[in-house]
């Protein structure tokens, strides 16, 4: 079969769609990987081409060494995505040591994967390390989120309380909060670096000024996260709109109605964003 009819390959181009519909990916903006398991690296296989050179990331980690990624392409447009997989998304192979990729399959006539790669290859390894049915790491260039990054204090608290006090359910989708990574220049180690590790603890990650991480176990959850969070963001920027500038709402969910919420979810609320 061919690689684009494969069930996963199918899913990652629909992701790359509903993305560019939401808006979040002008020009070449936001990326996509996914990890394969045995299996649809076994369905893929056959498929591959001859293994191109080896391109080192600059990141190291063992944890997934020797694992195969879906990957959009660097520079390579989201709304392109699913009208031509072979020449805008490719299969990568990660080295023995977990330092370098090679391209087995797509990403045709000198494609690379995205430049976020460091960046997607540390999450992927955080990610499963705290929950090994992790696969999907995506990136956008949220509006809801990038308008928030310049007016509320560029801190995890902080961002992640408004966003819980949004809409009721924002506490139940990401119960940790998030990260933020202040601005950094992207597409290398270091913000690779910075935002791994506030993987570590969140399912996801605001870029300053640029935009969100997220990560989950299927497509389907990864893109509800990334929504969910840009939903909350969007109604803050209108609310606080409407409101004049000011963040002093005349109603808000109490951090005891966000306690009570968790309770009744069973689930586990990050105590100390809540007082
Ligand atoms: P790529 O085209 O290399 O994926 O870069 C887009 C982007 O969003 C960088 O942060
Ligand atoms: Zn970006």
């Not at 176990?217 to 893109?223: E, H, L, S, V, Y």
Request: some cysteine.
């Amino acid at each position: 079969m061919a690689v684009e009819d494969l069930e996963f390959v199918k899913g990652f181009c629909r992701m790359c769609d509903d993305g560019w519909l939401q808006g979040w990916h002008e020009r070449n903006g936001g990326n996509l990987t996914y990890l394969l398991d045995d299996t649809e690296v076994a369905a893929a296989k056959p498929e591959f081409g001859e293994p191109r050179e080896w391109v080192n990331m600059g990141v190291t980690d063992t944890t997934l060494a020797g694992r195969y990624f879906l990957s959009t392409g660097s520079g390579k447009y989201m709304r392109n995505v699913a009208g031509d997989p072979a020449h805008n998304i490719g299969i990568v192979e990660i080295n023995a040591e977990g330092s370098a990729y090679r391209i087995v399959w797509g990403l045709l006539e000198g494609a690379k994967p995205t430049s976020e790669f460091p960046s997607h290859y540390m999450n992927h390894c955080v990610r499963f390390s705290a929950d090994p049915t992790n696969r999907v790491i995506y990136h956008s260039h949220t509006p809801g989120v990038i308008e928030m990054s310049f007016i509320v204090p560029l801190e995890d608290r902080a961002f992640s309380r408004i966003l819980w006090q949004m809409m009721t359910e924002c506490v139940v989708v990401f119960p940790a909060g998030v990260g933020v990574v202040p601005w950094m220049v992207p597409g290398g180690a270091d913000i690779a670096k910075a935002t791994s590790d506030l993987m570590k603890k969140y399912t996801a990650a605001v870029w300053a000024h640029h935009g969100l991480f997220v990560s989950g176990p299927d497509f389907d959850t990864a893109f509800g996260l990334a929504h969910t969070i840009e939903k909350a963001a969007e109604l803050y920027i209108a609310a606080r709109a409407a409101n004049g500038g000011s963040d002093k709402f005349l109603n808000v969910i109490s951090d005891q109605g966000l306690k009570d919420t968790c309770r009744d979810f069973g689930i586990q609320i990050n105590e100390d964003f809540v007082d």
